[in-house]
Every structure is written in C-alpha cells, then in structure tokens.
C-alpha cells in the first residue's frame, strides 16, 4: 500500500517544505485540496457530516492546486501529486485539460486528477455553470480531458460540450490518471466507469470497506474487474500501524494521512506537522517497506 499527505487546511506557507520532508522520509505522494472561493451564505448541506453542516471556517485557505503543484515538483524529484480533489463540474474542461497537461509536463509525469462535482449551488451560479447537469457533464469532462492530454487533433461532439478538431501542446508522455470521488451509488459508478481509481472523503473501516466492495462490483459490472484501479482512502480510525493493515487489507491502495493530527501538540505549526510526517514514517512507513 502507498501513502499520499493530504494537506486539507494547512497554512499555504507550509506546502513546500512538507512535500520536501514528505518525499525524504518516503511518502508516495502529496493530495492537494481545492476551493475556488465560499459563500458567505450557503444554501446547501455539505453532504459528508451528520448535520449537513462544514467542518471548517469560511476564511480557510486553499491554494489553485494546478498553481502549487508544479511549485511542489520543483523541488521534489520523486513524490507524485494529485488534486483531492478539483470540482470539475464548475470548471471548462478544456481549462483544466491545459492546466492539468502542463503541469504533468513540468514534474516528468508525476501529476494526476482527482475529481468531484461540487455540492454548493452559488459555486455553480456565480461561475456560469448549471448544477442539474453536473453528472452528466462530469461525464463528458473526464472524456474531453483524456483526449485533449494526449497532444493530437480532438474533437468531441456531447450534449453538453462541443468542439471542433484541435490540439493541445505540450502534452506529457504518458496518461494522466483521473481518479473520481464521491460516497453516493452514482459517484461509485463513475469512478468504477470512467476513472482509474476512486478518492474517498473521511470514512469508517466499514464503510470504507462497503465503498470497495461496491466499486469492485460495479467494476465487474462495467467489464473493468481485470484493468488496473487505484483506492486511494482516509479512514477515521486508522492512526497506527494495525489500523492501515485493515485498511490494505479492505482493498486499499493509497492511504491519505495527515500525520501531524495523530500525535500531541500544535497541528498548526510547521514544525509540528514536520516531526508529524517523520513520527509516522519512522512508526508507520517504514514497516510497510
């Protein structure tokens, strides 16, 4: 199994240097989280808490992750890095396919997509988008950006999007992986259609283990059960080593963790979240090695 930081909430000054510690110590990747902006008024339940209600203050900061990714692959030479995960559903696929296909050009291949629909209405009116057709243009979205990363003349003719042959360069040399996120039977659908993984929000070991046994048979259900597919999970109640077994053995890949959060002290602090990341590593880590 691998082990990917996710960095939801921290301080934007931070991001560098942990992805500096997080590829010395040895962790496979960075998840990097997304948020163009939040309404001073919402009016929509946030779908992943008991009472509808987030978890964090409007005033959170949250990087452009297709800024901050290629800054982190900069000064990294072999960790990977992937979006936990972008809204897509909000933005012009086209955009992202040229954000996405440069910065996956600029680190040697070590960027992917991970990819949600977005649940705040405003986030959809204020950007000219539609939310009742969300799914479906998710759909095609996954669709354009494949076709679109790989450099040649494209065209695509949707119910929703439409174009004309064009050509997208530079373009990297190898796929750029999509992983799709989302709890529900249609998000599970998706990404056991059309993605080559799923990205879990904060789950339980059951529920996380009902979320792969339902992936693993809508995967079988699509023809898919044979072709490679990547689980890439937070759980509330892994912290130590036991805990990740469990989480392997559910079928788990990529184990996001935000080490820092396990141990005392100030979560706050760089030095915290450093000595987090290596405490981990040292206890954690190294024994899956």
Known sequence: MKFSVALPMVDPRHYLPLAQVAEEVGYDAVAVPESVFFPREVSAKYPYTPDGERFWAAETPFLDPFVVIPAMAALTTRLEFYTNVVKLAIREPLLVA???SSAAVLSDNRVALGIGLSWIPEEFEWLNQEMRTRGKRTDEAIEIIRRACTGEFVSFDGAHYQFDE???????????RIYVGGHSEAGLRRAA???DGW???LQTHDELAESV???NAFRAEYGRADQPFEIKAICSEAYEYDGFRQMEAAGVTDAMVCPWYFYPGDTSTLESQQVGLERFGSE???RFR
């Open 193 to 195: 259609k059309l993605g």
């Open 213 to 215: 046994r339902q992936l």
């Open 98 to 100: 040229k954000a996405l």
């Open 199 to 201: 990205i879990s929000a």
């Open 166 to 176: 064009l050509m997208m360069r530079p373009a990297p040399t190898r796929p750029v």
């Open 284 to 286: 954690v880590l190294r």
